[in-house]
């Protein structure tokens, strides 16, 4: 029996006890740096290099991280479940993809790849990126991280509204529900019938969109949930 769709929202939450920082928590990532000089194509084109250092920096900390039972619990999620599961993130990490998950649908991007600000072409990440690295394709020296800025089009939006379309069942888990359009999944999915659950450390900004809520550690709180969905 095919089990019915399952629709996965990740935040920063769940990489957190890999040692990577979220962006709003108490000694959160925004609360040190300005996000207007480190996340908008404006900040970027005052100042590339200070913003290629900080993703350098951020690349380098990912590297050094390791998946945790968080997405170790979401990638026996969608190998063991009888059914789609459609896995989004907000992060720009690969720890999914390294606990062994496909199919990630980065929609915020990934720190794997570079992208040419003047072609548009793509290639994997240098360790450390330059202001006057080449592109490979146009020699442009218009090297970018492939990730998306506040005020940018988020990634595979098309793919993410038709999972939304048919989802039974939308899981959000360590977001806190305020960037939009990630922040209007649950309602999107609840509107097209999903029962909808959040699994966080506190409820979050769109609490009241969730039938059911489960809050402590990730670590913690997933892997229970997994199994007891695995066991339905
Ligand atoms: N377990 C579960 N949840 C956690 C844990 C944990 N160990 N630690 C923190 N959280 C929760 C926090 O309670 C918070 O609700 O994770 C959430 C992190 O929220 P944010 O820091 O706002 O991160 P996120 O929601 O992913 O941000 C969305 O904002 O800056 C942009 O592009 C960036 O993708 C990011 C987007």
Redesign the pocket.
């Known amino acids: 029996m095919t089990g019915p769709p399952v629709v996965i929202l990740t935040?920063?939450?769940i990489s957190?006890?890999s040692g990577l920082g979220?962006?709003?928590?108490v000694g959160?990532l925004?609360s040190r740096y300005d996000?207007r000089d480190l996340?908008t194509p404006e900040g970027f084109a005052r100042d590339p290099g200070f913003v290629l250092d900080f993703y350098n920096w951020r690349r380098e900390r990912v590297r050094a991280a390791s998946p945790n039972a968080v997405h170790l619990a979401l990638a026996r999620l969608a190998r063991d479940y009888g059914g789609p599961v459609t896995l989004i993130t907000?992060?720009v990490d690969d720890l999914h993809e390294r606990a062994g998950h496909a199919g990630v649908i980065h929609m915020?991007g990934t720190h794997l790849t570079a992208l040419c600000a003047a072609c548009g072409h793509r290639w994997p990440a240098p360790e450390v990126m330059h202001p006057r690295d080449p592109c490979p394709a146009c020699a442009a020296a218009k090297t970018r991280p492939d990730v998306v800025w506040f005020g940018e089009t988020p990634y595979h939006m098309d793919l993410i509204a038709e999972a939304l379309a048919k989802a039974a069942l939308f899981v959000s888990i360590?977001?806190?529900g305020?960037?939009y359009p990630?922040a209007a999944f649950a309602a999107r999915a609840r509107a097209a019938g999903a029962r909808t659950v959040e699994l966080?450390?506190?409820p979050?900004e769109n609490k009241s969109l969730f039938d059911e809520a489960y809050h402590g550690?990730?670590s913690e709180i997933v892997p229970r949930w997994v199994d007891s969905h695995l066991a339905d």
């Open positions: 935040g920063a939450g957190a006890e979220t962006f709003r928590d959160g925004w996000w996340a907000q992060n915020h360590g977001t806190s305020t960037v990630a966080n450390l506190e979050s550690p990730a």
